[in-house]
């Protein structure tokens, strides 16, 4: 199919201004070109935009009068995003079941399921609709997969494991793996046996080496819509609620919970046996250790308010300041005490 | 076999009390039906304990007045470990070595060893009795692999690697990979040829995408019995001595070494050429740039002594509040020294 | 081939004093027989270079009186690492391409080219002479590996991936996979589709299960001659400048732009959006929150000043104490006013 910025607009119910050119791509403002459609959602790069040769810019109404070529938006940024969808060039090559997979007789695929080569599946598996697993994928006994879903190469998704609708998991992700429980026995540690499982929900996308493990007995749970960057660690009997966004590097140890709308920033841990409330959000590196409650915002190790924090931190680098300035102040004390008796005695 | 909570105490050599019920499984007090065993080892879950529908429950003889149907044991957690056992399936469906995987002519696999579809075993490769190699396992050159190991899928082995018996790889596990080690030429860095190799001991356990460098010269050693839990990385060189806990996210540099029954909570760092000795803990998060001595906790970055640790932690939230006090002490000392002085002045 | 001090000094373009052995290997002062070579290059190890059994030490001039057989070097780490290549035995058992590897007739595969069995190679890839694949390797459509590169067990290269000369990738690199984008919708959080790629130059390493954002838009790029440790995380639009170093853990956020020479030392992260200058280096674990201008050595989190941090993180410890003394100069203040209040009304 063409694109144009007419159809574009249509496409999206919104509607442009300038001329209708013929559209072949995306890219940034700095370097689309006539032909390629950039957007602007951030008033800092106004500059870039009043010099983009970009063939249309998806911009919102207030900064209509920079470009004489552009589609209007309410939200230039979800737009954008919509349009780069008719352009993007689905990943994979193959269709079909490869000859080259291994596909357990008592696994059960539906039609228009696609199955790369040195795929693995287990029986008692089932794989909906619309599926593709990439190469080196390992599906494996018992494992229920949702219609529309994209398991890039290496995935492995252990004995059990249910994933709903749309579910994307990026190259590496395992899902499934046995839980860290021991048990302290008299001479070494004993294994626990994990025996639960994972559910993911629809939507959820999962990134590259992100580590998703069993519960110990009952469920690790990510609920829809939930957005998990790469090399997250999601420890057993976690529950994540809907929408939540999990940034790379983050480690949620097992059994805690977390409400809808929730934002991990990268690289901070949550202790286990906790709740993080809805709609909270938690700074980069922050060491989550105790509870938070709905709606508030921590940072630090360990996390205390996003604000407060924020004023401990900047007062960190003035330690040496500060230490200094009580040594002053013992010192500048201890004369005026010295000065005060001398003049008491003196008086006396 | 069929078990009944009279069998389950015989077999852990303990004894029961109430009805013999007949249990197929195992569950959290809150989620066991009446045919499913579960455990109170936590007095904080008391009051689930004395609801829940479970068929028997295992806790210790001072909680035995709270439900009519248990088995009593000296440490609860320890023994339904055990039980689990008994319930728990183990994953993987196949038995035997499948056609569809690659097994070099001089590798030499032991009879009752499972080999998946898609597994590489290199040239001079040894795989012992009753250990499973699952889809996608890549065992390098010249690797040794004890009796009864699991290797899940995607794990990598590189040439030479050792493991004992009964070492447990949870999928994607890397073992052997170059350490990283480079030397300033004039130009550009060059490569230090690793030539060394990893050595796991019996009994060790590797959570899922952690990574275990080989040795530049000599070896990497995990200590027997040592549990390492997802996404840790190992450098080159480094010793874990025995019974360890390595939490999620930790990482050990280059040469250090640790001694036995040493924990290191989850995302902490070590630096290299460090010693960590026997029976140390150290906190989530922390960085360790110092040796430490046997049997201490330590904490924050750069880590400190555990307890101290916490003062100054719970310190750094009233920086804020120390930053004004300091600034009230020094206006109204400097206010007192002018009254002094003014004092002085009409007395003189 | 057989390799003598005399013929390793030639090679190496250096002198050697003393005997002239026979030498089959590389090993540590401490480890070292007679017909292995060692080095030293720390004088924090002269003692065990005094103590050593290896046939041939190479070191600098300065310590050439310690030992009677030994190669003079101006870099004695750097010859080291020359000579260990010598002796290296290369990873990698078999050659040419395997029958059990899916290679796409579009694909285009040069003469010298080893593919393991079980590799993926997609439609329109192409891979340049001397390159080996080992098992379990993806190579997604589109994507153009340079000469001798060396792509691990596990390797994903996403579609479009372009690879230069020499690029090592550990086992589980992912390099491609899409980038963390999504765009606030009314109910849900929508992708963002990452159409971008990602460009590695030549002679770039890449440490185990490292996993590599495509870009948005436009391209990811690791600069030439840089390398990178395991378990590091680069996010989409990130610019790596040549010869940077790494470590392992590292998380750098999307579009972020490292100069020449930069090193990230272990599990520090860095923020979207900035800049950090040539040569600079960045402590462990630091959190790099703005940019930071060529040369410069930040700590901490958010990262400051590496000096001013060390004698921050010096007090930190010493904040109790500091908070005791806030404290007695406060009450130690009342009292002297107090004093001074009582004298003043006394001599009134």
């Not at 459609?37 to 009068?65: C, D, M, W």
């Not at 080259?100 to 609709?129: C, K, N, Q």
């Not at 046995?178 to 559910?199: H, T, Y």
């Not at 924020?310 to 680098?317: N, T, V």
Request: charged share 20%.
């Amino acid at each position: 199919m063409t694109w144009t910025t007419s159809r574009l607009a249509a496409e999206l119910g919104l509607e442009y201004k300038g001329r209708d050119r013929e559209l072949s791509g995306c890219n940034t403002l700095e370097k689309a070109v006539s032909t390629e459609l950039s957007f602007l959602a951030n008033s800092k790069y106004i500059r870039l935009a009043s010099q983009t040769r970009a063939g249309a810019v998806i911009l919102s109404p207030e900064h209509a009068h920079l470009l004489a070529d552009c589609i209007l938006s309410p939200n230039p940024y979800l737009d954008f995003a919509r349009a780069v969808q008719f352009f993007a060039k689905e990943q994979g090559a193959l269709k079909g079941l490869s000859e080259l997979a291994f596909i357990h007789p008592e696994a059960r695929i539906e039609a228009d399921v696609t199955i790369y080569p040195f795929v693995f599946v287990g029986p008692g598996a089932s794989i909906a609709s619309g599926t593709i697993c990439f190469s080196g994928v390992y599906v494996g006994e018992d494992c229920r997969i949702g219609p529309n879903c994209r398991l890039y190469p290496q995935v492995s998704l252990m004995a059990g494991t249910i994933l709903g609708r749309g579910v994307i998991l990026h190259p590496g992700v395992v899902v499934g793996s046995d839980g860290f429980g021991f048990a302290q026995g008299d001479a070494c540690l004993e294994k626990v046996p994990q025996i639960g499982r994972v559910i993911i929900e629809d939507e959820v996308e999962v990134g590259a080496n992100t580590t998703i493990d069993r519960a110990a007995l009952d469920e690790t749970l990510i609920g829809a819509g939930t957005k998990i960057d790469n090399q997250v660690q999601i420890g057993h009997n976690v529950q994540l609620g809907e929408q939540c966004i999990i940034v790379s590097q983050v480690g949620i140890s097992g059994s805690s919970k977390l409400g809808r709308n929730v934002v991990l920033a990268g690289q901070c841990g949550v202790a286990g046996h906790i709740t993080i409330g809805d709609n909270c959000r938690v700074g980069g590196k922050a060491g989550v250790s105790k509870s938070v409650k709905p709606g508030t915002d921590v940072s630090g190790n360990p996390a205390i308010e996003h604000k407060k924090y924020l004023r401990s931190a900047s007062l960190f680098g003035k330690l040496p300041e500060l230490y200094q300035r009580i040594k002053k102040l013992e010192s500048s004390l201890e004369r005026l005490r010295e000065e005060q008796e001398a003049r008491g005695e003196s008086n006396d």
